[in-house]
């Protein structure tokens, strides 16, 4: 799968698409579906439909919330009998990963390496082990 498609309450997936292309450069295969505060259920699968679509199944979707309103209309595509990869927690480390999997061939472990990405940095901090000449 070369294609992403982030889903969110408002435009939180438009922005964490830009943060990641500040990054890793322009992503023309990461696309971005907003629920808007005035959209229904209705206008929000019109508007997924639209981008999904013309991928003809070739997408993992990435979810800001499980039980949202984006995430539970894309479940209902799967439940239908769609099938792809949704996973919800969307989040940046999530995006690079996927963007780095795709560029080097090698299959991806979202949720490994997102756990990974979760530090306490005060712990990092506190380790007997800190070079203050690192910083």
Known sequence: MNNLILVSHGDFCKELK???????????NIFTVSLLPHEGEKEFTEKFNAVADPLNGDYIV??????GTPCNIVSKKI??????????????????????AT???????????????????????DAEDFDEEDE
Not at 84 to 100: A, D, K
Not at 103 to 125: A, M, P, Q, R, Y
């Open 18 to 28: 830009k943060s990641a292309e500040m990054i890793l450069g322009v992503q023309e």
């Open 62 to 67: 990435f979810a800001d919330l499980l039980g």
């Open 103 to 125: 560029l080097t061939g090698n299959t991806h472990s979202l949720i490994v390496e997102t756990k990974e990405s979760i530090v306490k940095v005060n712990d990092l901090l």
């Open 79 to 100: 439940m239908s009998g769609s099938a792809f990869e949704l996973y919800t927690g969307m989040n940046l480390p999530m995006i690079i990963s996927f963007v780095n």
